[in-house]
Nanobody, 124 residues
Framework: QVQLVESGGGSVQAGGTLRLSCVSS???????MGWFRHVPGKEREGVAV????????LYADSVKGRFTISQDNAKKAVYLEMNDLKPEDTAMYYC??????????????????WGQGTQVTVSS
């Protein structure tokens, strides 16, 4: 069973920066790993994902140019640098991990493993 441990959420004002971290207990070289967010009443939304070992990345249109996902293969970790945060970025952010053959990497049901979530709150 793969465990994902997230950290780095918090509260900031609009325009601020936060950095999320996720460390995996899994093994393997290449798999999709990244961040999704959820607001009550809405579906879980793919934010940014990375194909570990290869570095391919995908971003939601709403965060392109503001968020950056990166990896540290030695630490089995991925990071999400969130800049110029907006109130609409407020959500519970979840780290997720799935196989390298995922067809739609920004789609939540494609992922098998999830972290416990970390809250991000952006005030105006």
């Amino acid at each position: 069973q793969v465990q994902l441990v997230e950290s780095g959420g918090g509260s900031v004002q609009a325009g601020g920066t936060l950095r999320l971290s996720c460390v995996s207990s899994g093994n393997g070289y290449s798999y999709w790993m990244g961040w999704f967010r959820h607001v009550p009443g809405k579906e879980r939304e793919g934010v940014a994902v990375i194909l570990t070992g290869r570095g391919n990345t995908l971003y939601a249109d709403s965060v392109k140019g503001r968020f950056t996902i990166s990896q540290d293969n030695a630490k089995k970790a991925v990071y999400l640098e969130m800049n110029d945060l907006k109130p609409e970025d407020t959500a519970m952010y979840y780290c997720a991990l799935g196989g390298q053959w995922i067809k739609s990497p920004l789609t939540a049901p494609e992922y098998s493993y999830w972290g416990q979530g970390t809250q991000v709150t952006v005030s105006s």
